[in-house]
């Protein structure tokens, strides 16, 4: 029970916020403490599985992903994680519900903050190196839709599938495959109510992608994706935006000087669509650094990249994450072990 307060007339509003401020403390007294629950198992049992993922949406319900594997085959397979602790059963989402086994490649999955989400894979149509397909599939909220091709005819070299999910349930998914011999970047985004779009290359005509690509979405649907690339021979850190208000991509941007290739690229976008933040190891000359590159999404200009690793140790690993207020944090770990940190 709330202990009874009186006052008087004068200071009345300084009375009813430490009134409020009571109720609050109160409040938080009588809640449970946290902590974590033992685990649980989400897949079969003896099933293989690797290269789980999670998503979790604003009223904390989250949406699972991995790769299973047994008897040659791969599957892509979900469950959603209630707020509550309970599960969905587990759903296939490969079509058709068996394929044959394909490359390391994971699924990738997003959930936006009303419970709306995708998730993309890799596929085999067959057997040989060139039967690779990037499929995708929708969730509504409360059940996953049937999954597409978003590519109209099998190819090689398909790898790094990224989705992103935007506050309305629109969606934007990039991947790297090889088309007509040359490793390029493709897109293609899914409209609610619709279907998703035939798949468009994104990365120059000229440039050659070496690794993977990154994404990041905001709550309006506009989009940035970066990779590696090589222009001329030389390899760089590329990377274009998709702006929903014309539904068209810019055409790609060096983000970081042409050199020694940089790796282990990151990318954090806030979903206020106000800022985004590059993070990968680069190399000074003498040592492999953290660098750091901002993006102003009203402007569409990239910052030059700053080296926010002053150790004389090399950095091995590197990530990014960035608020809603565009506060951006760096992370990363020296050879030997140390973890650092540098905000923006």
Not at 62 to 85: D, F, K, M, N, Y
Not at 183 to 196: D, F, H, M, P
Not at 209 to 222: H, K, P, Q, R
Not at 323 to 337: C, H, P, Q, T, V
């Amino acid at each position: 029970m709330l202990p009874k307060l009186t006052f008087p007339a004068r200071g009345f509003c300084a009375v009813l916020m430490a009134y409020a401020l009571l109720v609050a403390q109160i409040a938080a007294a009588q809640q449970p403490p946290r902590g974590w629950t033992l685990p649980e198992t989400l897949t079969p049992a003896a099933q293989q599985s690797r290269l789980p993922l999670i998503a979790m949406d604003g009223a904390g319900n989250a949406l699972v992903t991995w790769i299973a594997e047994g008897g040659g085959l791969r599957q892509a397979q979900a469950v959603q994680i209630a707020s509550t602790g309970s599960w969905s059963p587990l759903v296939k989402l490969y079509s058709p519900p068996t394929s044959a086994a394909v490359p390391f490649e994971p699924s990738d999955v997003a959930v936006n903050a009303s419970g709306g989400g995708a998730a993309v894979w890799v596929r085999a149509t067959g057997t040989a190196p060139s039967d690779q397909i990037a499929q995708a599939a929708v969730f509504t909220g409360t059940s996953w839709r049937a999954a597409v091709n978003l590519m109209p005819a099998s190819a090689p070299g398909l790898r790094s599938p990224r989705v992103g999910v935007d506050s309305d349930g629109n969606a934007v998914a990039v991947w790297a495959q090889s088309l007509a011999g040359v490793a390029v970047v493709r897109a293609s985004r899914y409209a609610v109510g619709g279907a998703w779009s035939m798949p468009v290359t994104i990365s120059a005509a000229a440039e050659a992608v070496n690794e993977g690509v990154v994404l990041g979405v905001d709550d309006a649907g506009n989009a940035v994706a970066v990779w590696t690339g090589s222009v001329g021979g030389v390899r760089t850190l590329r990377a274009v935006r998709y702006t929903d208000a014309t539904g068209t991509w810019s055409d790609p941007a060096d983000v970081a000087p042409a050199g020694p290739a940089p790796s282990v690229v990151r990318l954090a976008a806030d979903r206020a669509g106000t800022s985004a933040f590059v993070a990968y190891r680069g190399f000074d000359g003498a040592r492999d650094v953290a660098r750091v590159a901002r993006l102003d999404m009203s402007s569409g200009t990239w910052s030059a990249p700053v080296d926010v690793s002053t150790a004389q140790q090399p950095v091995m690993d590197v990530d990014i994450a960035v608020s809603e207020a565009g506060r951006g944090i760096a992370i990363w770990n020296l050879m030997d072990g140390t973890v650092q940190t540098a905000g923006y």
